[in-house]
Structure formats: C-alpha cells, structure tokens
C-alpha cells in the first residue's frame, strides 16, 4: 500500500526532504503532502539579508517550484496554517480545510526569531506584534523593509552580535546606510569568540563603517517617527541610539509548540533519537531547526554531551538525507532493511564563519583558555589527558588575529581573523581532527606576501561547500560539464545554497578553469 507522509513546514530543510523523496513519490511508494505557513514556496532564509540589501534576488533564493513538484505528485500547500495534531487518529488539523491523515509524519517547522522583552514591543513569543519600523528579518517581507531603508540611506540599528547580526550590518554599510550594531557585552559574538579576537573584530567592524555600542543592554523602543514607527533604542544608561530601521537579530528559538500540543517530549527542541523519531512515537519525526537530538536511554554516551539544534542548514540538510532513505524504505515494506540503515552520525563540532566584503573570520570550538592560564592548560592532566596549549597571535593595527588551542597537537578551538588562508586550512585540519605543524608558525606564513603572490589551487578533495558537503573536485566536474556561473554550479551541485560563504571560492574554482582553457 502506498504510504502517506506529510511534512509540517516548507523552509530548506523540508525542501530537500522533498527532494529525497521525489523518486519515491515517481515510483508510486510514497504519497506526499507538504504543509506551508508561508505563501512562498521554500526558500534559502539564510540570505535574506542580502536579498535586503539588493546583492541577490528573490528567484536566486528560492529552492523549490510548488508548479513542478504539484506535476510531480506531491501535494504542495501554501499559506495554510496547522491547529494541532491528532495523534491518536494520524491526523493534521488545519485552521481551515479538511484533516489531513498521515502514515508518518515530519516535523521540519524550523525556528522563529527571538523578541527581545522591550518596552514598546509586544513580549508574546509566539506571537509578536512587531511596529512599523522594526523588522526581525526572517522572511521576504523582512527583506523588503530592509531594502528600502538602505535605498534610502536610512539610519539602520542592529540590536544582537551574532553572525547574521553583523552580516547584516556590513552589507548595509556598504551598500550607504548609516548602522550601528548594539550589543550586550565587550564584543561582538561573545559566545563563540576569545576577547583578543572580539577586539580585532570589532576594530575591522568600525574600519568597515559599521558604529558599534558594546555593553550597552536594551530596555525599549520609542516610535516617535513622522509614521509612528521606530526612531531610537533606549538604553538602561538611559541614552538612545536614533535610528530609522531596528533590525533585531538575538539568535532563535526552535518552534516546539505543535509538537508539545500533541503531548510530545520537548527540550530545547523536539526530542528525536538516532533515527530522528520523537521519543515513544514511532509514526512522528523532526528535522532542522526544530529538532534535538537527544536518545530516551539515559546512559548513552552520545547523548550525554550533547546540545540543542545548531541552528545551522548543513546539519538539517543531512538530516534529510539520511531520513529520506528511511522512510522510502519503510515505505516500501523494507522495515527490517530500514532498521540496518546506519544511524544518524552525530554532527561535528560548529564553524562559525563571517561572510562579509572586506572582513574574514573563522571560529571553531572551545578557544576560550589564555596562553598564561596554567589551571585551565594542566586541567584533566591526573586522568592521564595531554596538556592543552595555546598558540596566539595578534597584529591589531592590520586587522590580524590567529589562536590555536590544542591538545596532543590536535585543534580542539581556533580563532582566525584577517587571515583568509590561514582560517582555511585551520578548519580544514580542526574537522578532520588532524594534527597540526609542530611550529605553528609555518600556517601564520600562509597569508603572508610571498604565499599570497603564488597562491595555489586549493586541495580539490577539500570541502568548499560546508553547508552541503561539496568538495572542490565536484565543483571542478560540474564547470568542465559547462556550468560558468555560480548559479549554474549551485543547480547541479547544490554548493552555494546554504549561507553563501562559499560563493567567492566557486567563483575562484570556476576563473581557474577559464583560464587554464584560454591558456592552453
């Protein structure tokens, strides 16, 4: 019998669920229905705020055709708001419509922006009401608000230091708006990076155009604009910032409530196991954002350690993946052969990347020990550990900043600031957890004159596209089979759909290919 499968959500993550699916829905195994909030079909949100500053369009961003995937089979609705979830009927009950019956169900419901409790700014999580002139930028109407306060050079404030927050103020800077970003510490990304980088961040911000106000805690907003929208962040000093635009940017939350509505187990996400089923419900699954990974068996070692959604596409993409073959398989009467499929492998330690014109930055794990201190380096050394070390360099007046933390001569944390090449080969040995050169200096001297006059090809089985897993050969493949343009290479390989951070690699890779044909 053929099995239906519905899936609560339409972001990236569900689009390529879709895609996985595609075959088993052709075959005739699988029945498929998509159910989306919005009134577009699934998109890549991590772009929006390029979209909001006119570097890409909203056709460059979409990653699914509800016309081609409805001539396909699959049941695409758009614009359709979920009510709850009948578990006990394997039912999806709508705001408006009929029920809709599942076999399985999938979870790929994503997250949603976190609103700051602030005066002027209704605090429902579920629900904000957020007034004219402010915008969370998550969605295309976001993009359009943005778009049109940096066409006008409006003043744009950016309250958060994380990594979208401070991609989005770059990009605005650049494009003529005047912005200031607002955040609640000493600087800028203060859970993933050491002070000494923060501080070469921040200065490389201000040298960008970008006003920064650390240690500066919000409390609300006035609205005292000619339209009764946004003109300034008041501050608990009792200062404001002015501004014509708040674009607030203080991370997400993974959206749990349909989940804990139908009485599943939730923590920080939607508790899946290894198999991504939710906890005692073997007909539910959740992917994405909105999953946590976390086993019902208290004594797993996996789980023990383990954290919430990374909040990060990659990671919801394999998941996808791997789900996808899952349940082709038990759709296709194959239980026990779905049962051998290898479970899940738990994601690899973050690497937190800025992409911007003008500023380069890696971070990856803990890098949070200084070189000096002795009870942080010789912690775990009675349990027979190796001593951690620290290696560290500093050129703040050009914007350089490199610390390697190790131990046994393995990268557990870096951090890597102005040094594009050095970043590079960092993360690359930081996720194939290999050893690092004995005298640390020899990767300093890869963003050095000499390195940089010759710079080679990079390692063609190198992972260009972390997003989606793309090596470089793949990438090369693809250009030899007449793909010229970023866009074409992102069709055929998917590299590039994700945060974007490796658009000027594949263009590197495809210039390369040009002009080694012009040359010969």
């Known amino acids: 019998m053929t099995e239906q499968i519905v899936i609560v959500g339409f972001g990236p993550v569900a689009a390529r669920l879709v895609d996985e699916l595609l075959p088993a829905v052709r075959g005739g195994t699988v029945r498929l229905t998509v ?89 429902d999580p579920s629900s904000p009401v957020l007034p004219a002139g402010v915008t969370a930028l998550r969605d295309l109407r976001d993009a359009d608000v943005l778009r049109r306060a940096v066409a006008g050079g409006k003043r744009v404030v950016v309250l958060g230091g994380g990594v979208l927050g401070l991609e989005t103020a770059l990009a605005a800077a650049e494009e003529g708006a005047t912005v200031t970003v607002v955040h609640n510490g000493p600087h800028p990304l203060g859970r993933n990076i050491d002070r000494g980088g923060g501080a070469v961040l921040a200065a490389g911000l201000r040298r960008c155009g970008v006003r920064m ?8 907003v006035e609205h005292n604009a000619p339209d ?56 539910i699954f959740a992917i994405g954002d909105c999953a946590e990974v976390r086993c019902p068996d208290p004594g797993c070692p996996t789980c023990r350690n383990a954290k919430g959604p990374s909040g990060l596409v990659g990671p919801g993409w394999r998941q996808a993946e791997w789900l996808a073959e899952y349940l082709t398989l038990l759709a296709s009467a194959l239980a026990d052969e779905a049962e051998l499929v290898p479970a899940l492998p738990p994601e690899q330690a973050a690497v937190v990347v800025l992409k911007a014109r003008g500023m380069n930055m890696a971070v ?11 009870e942080v380096l010789t912690a775990g050394a009675a349990s027979g550990r190796p001593r951690l070390q620290v290696a560290q360099w500093a050129d703040p007046e050009h914007g350089r900043y490199v610390k390697m933390t190790t131990r046994g001569g393995v990268l557990e944390g870096l951090v890597a600031v102005g040094m594009p090449r050095t970043a590079a080969e960092l993360v690359g040995l930081f996720e194939r957890g290999a050893e690092l050169p004995a005298d640390r200096s020899l990767l300093l001297r890869l963003d050095g004159p000499d390195q940089l006059a010759g710079a080679a090809a990079p390692d063609p089985a190198g992972t260009v596209c972390r997003c989606a897993g793309v090596s470089g050969a793949t990438i090369r493949d693809a250009v030899e089979e007449g793909c010229s343009t970023v866009v074409e290479v992102s069709k055929a390989t998917r590299a590039g759909t994700g945060c974007g951070g490796c658009h000027e690699d594949i263009k590197g890779l495809i210039e390369r290919h040009f002009q080694a044909v012009a040359a010969a």
Do not use: K, M
Request: hydrophobic content about 40%; aromatic content about 4%; glycine content about 12%.
């Open 35 to 123: 159910l989306g909030e919005e009134p577009e079909a699934a998109y890549n949100r991590v772009l929006v705020a390029d979209l909001g500053v006119g570097r890409t369009t909203a056709d460059a961003l979409a990653l699914a055709d509800a016309a081609a995937l409805a001539a396909d089979g699959v049941d695409v609705r758009l614009g359709v708001r979920v009510r709850r979830v009948d578990r006990a009927r394997q039912q999806v009950l709508l705001a408006e419509g009929e029920p809709v019956h599942y076999d399985r169900l999938v979870f790929a419901t994503g997250s949603r922006p976190v609103i700051p409790n602030l005066t002027g700014i209704n605090p």
């Open 213 to 220: 106000a650390g240690n500066a805690r919000s409390t609300g």
């Open 228 to 283: 009764g929208g946004f003109s300034a962040l008041l501050l608990d000093d009792g200062s404001a910032i002015d501004g014509d635009l708040l674009v607030i940017s203080c991370g997400v939350r993974p959206r749990t409530e349909l989940a804990e509505g139908c009485g599943l187990s939730t923590g920080a996400g939607i508790l899946v196991d290894h198999r991504l089923r939710a906890h005692h419900e073997p007909h």
């Open 364 to 374: 990856a794990g803990d890098n949070s020990a200084d070189p000096w201190d002795e």
